[in-house]
């Protein structure tokens, strides 16, 4: 079992940034990929970023590429998402989210959640 706890989201205006953290607890081996996932209210969960929990290149939706960075810290047991220049259209719960092996985009193939974190960005 894996527990995930998301913290860092609240609100921001546009062009600033913000960073998440996901702590993760219980059986968090290399071999599992972590992800960030966000939802806006009327819309599907949408795939943000994923690491290997034992490194590699990470992989990020084109929305977010060149503004987001996924890292993880195994002394920590933390998967962190650094957002910047942020806009109004990246307003969502973010989840973050665990599975063990190699995992794509696809929010149904993880198998672990955290409850969310709300980030918000004013224009």
């Known amino acids: 079992q894996v527990q995930l706890v998301e913290s860092g989201g609240g609100l921001v205006q546009a062009g600033g940034s913000l960073r998440l953290s996901c702590a993760a607890s219980g059986r968090i081996v290399s071999s599992h990929t972590m992800a960030w996932f966000r939802q806006s209210p009327g819309k599907e969960r949408e795939f943000v970023a994923r690491i290997m929990w034992s490194g590699g290149s990470p992989r990020y939706a084109d929305s977010v590429k060149g503004r987001f960075t996924i890292s993880r810290d195994n002394a920590e047991n933390t998967v962190s998402l650094q957002m910047s220049s942020l806009k109004p259209e990246d307003t969502a719960v973010y989840y973050c989210?665990?599975?063990?092996?190699?995992?794509?985009?696809?929010?149904?193939?993880?198998?672990?959640w955290g409850q969310g974190t709300q980030v918000t960005v004013s224009s």
């Open positions: 989210a665990a599975a063990y092996g190699p995992r794509g985009s696809y929010s149904w193939s993880y198998d672990y």
